[in-house]
């Protein structure tokens, strides 16, 4: 039957519910996508894309050997899926049975944000009025599960009293960077790549050289206290700024953290054309 007649058959009430029945499935399609972001079965997902667009080349040209190696494979495929996305499915249905799946409503993520903002800015300047450094980044749309990954784990709910404890020097985790991921504390004890560009200031030491190194290769955005000094900055898109007071700390980790990307964007165009120009 050609899709044209099909749709034609339908009553308006039939073809409605075919929409919010696809409208569902994208939307539950989606919701996964973003729960299996920045992890490794992101990988592990488009490994499992290859195989289906190879397998369909196989009978394109013919190749009768590989599409009987896969058609002993592919049958295995719904259960290796639920094995290897087990944490990720885990995450989703533990969501839904607290009915987190959905999205909060404004008024939940604006208190989230004054919440992280108030802990981000009292944990830096406490730090910062006693000289102990500090490392914080945040991930964005770029996953940093590859630096989460090389520290030790934690999961915990981002306070100021965790990430103070955190930084105490000569204890166990305050030497590598805390990364921040959805909105709590992944790991502790991270590192973070080196940036190797010969323009940056011969003043600043490992902690501002990770930070501007990560902001090279990701959009997460890092804040770093000086030990030496108990200066702040902030990096993001590749650039840092220095020696910020509180003030002018929590202004430009708002505006990097939660400002629009359209926002972001006009932001670097313009740091761009004024190094162009001066």
């Given at each position: 039957?050609?899709?044209?007649?099909?749709?034609?058959?339908?009553?308006?009430?039939?073809?409605l519910k075919n929409i919010v029945d696809v409208l569902l499935v994208w939307y539950v399609f989606y919701k996964l996508m973003t729960i299996i972001k920045g992890t490794k079965a992101v990988q592990l997902l488009k490994g499992i894309f290859v195989i289906i667009i190879v397998r369909i080349l196989t009978d394109l040209f013919g190749l009768d050997t590989l599409s009987w190696i896969l058609d002993q494979v592919l049958p295995y495929g719904f259960l290796t899926i639920i094995i290897i996305f087990q944490p990720e499915l885990?995450?989703?249905?533990?969501?839904?049975?607290?009915?987190?799946?959905?999205?909060?409503?404004?008024?939940?993520?604006?208190?989230?944000?004054?919440?992280?903002?108030?802990?981000?800015?009292?944990?830096?300047?406490?730090?910062?009025?006693?000289?102990?450094?500090?490392?914080?980044?945040?991930?964005?749309?770029?996953?940093?599960?590859?630096?989460?990954?090389?520290?030790?784990?934690?999961?915990?709910?981002?306070?100021?009293?965790?990430?103070?404890?955190?930084?105490?020097?000569?204890?166990?985790?305050?030497?590598?960077?805390?990364?921040?991921?959805?909105?709590?504390?992944?790991?502790?004890?991270?590192?973070?790549?080196?940036?190797?560009?010969?323009?940056?200031?011969?003043?600043?030491?490992?902690?501002?050289?990770?930070?501007?190194?990560?902001?090279?290769?990701?959009?997460?955005?890092?804040?770093?206290?000086?030990?030496?000094?108990?200066?702040?900055?902030?990096?993001?898109?590749?650039?840092?700024?220095?020696?910020?007071?509180?003030?002018?700390?929590?202004?430009?980790?708002?505006?990097?953290?939660?400002?629009?990307?359209?926002?972001?964007?006009?932001?670097?165009?313009?740091?761009?054309?004024?190094?162009?120009?001066?």
């Amino acid at each position: 039957m050609p899709i044209w007649d099909y749709f034609t058959g339908l009553s308006s009430v039939g073809v409605l519910k075919n929409i919010v029945d696809v409208l569902l499935v994208w939307y539950v399609f989606y919701k996964l996508m973003t729960i299996i972001k920045g992890t490794k079965a992101v990988q592990l997902l488009k490994g499992i894309f290859v195989i289906i667009i190879v397998r369909i080349l196989t009978d394109l040209f013919g190749l009768d050997t590989l599409s009987w190696i896969l058609d002993q494979v592919l049958p295995y495929g719904f259960l290796t899926i639920i094995i290897i996305f087990q944490p990720e499915l885990r995450r989703a249905l533990e969501q839904l049975g607290r009915g987190r799946l959905f999205a909060r409503t404004n008024l939940q993520e604006e208190e989230e944000k004054e919440r992280l903002m108030d802990a981000m800015s009292k944990a830096v300047s406490y730090m910062a009025k006693r000289r102990i450094g500090a490392l914080i980044s945040i991930e964005k749309e770029t996953g940093l599960s590859e630096y989460i990954e090389t520290g030790i784990p934690m999961n915990s709910e981002l306070t100021s009293e965790l990430l103070i404890n955190v930084f105490i020097p000569n204890t166990p985790l305050h030497d590598g960077a805390v990364i921040i991921q959805k909105n709590r504390i992944a790991a502790a004890g991270c590192y973070l790549p080196l940036s190797e560009s010969p323009f940056i200031s011969k003043e600043l030491g490992t902690r501002h050289r990770a930070a501007i190194g990560l902001s090279e290769v990701t959009d997460a955005i890092t804040v770093i206290v000086s030990e030496e000094t108990g200066a702040v900055s902030v990096t993001a898109n590749g650039d840092i700024d220095r020696n910020l007071n509180m003030e002018e700390f929590e202004a430009r980790l708002k505006k990097v953290w939660f400002g629009s990307a359209k926002m972001q964007a006009e932001t670097s165009f313009w740091k761009w054309r004024m190094k162009k120009n001066g």
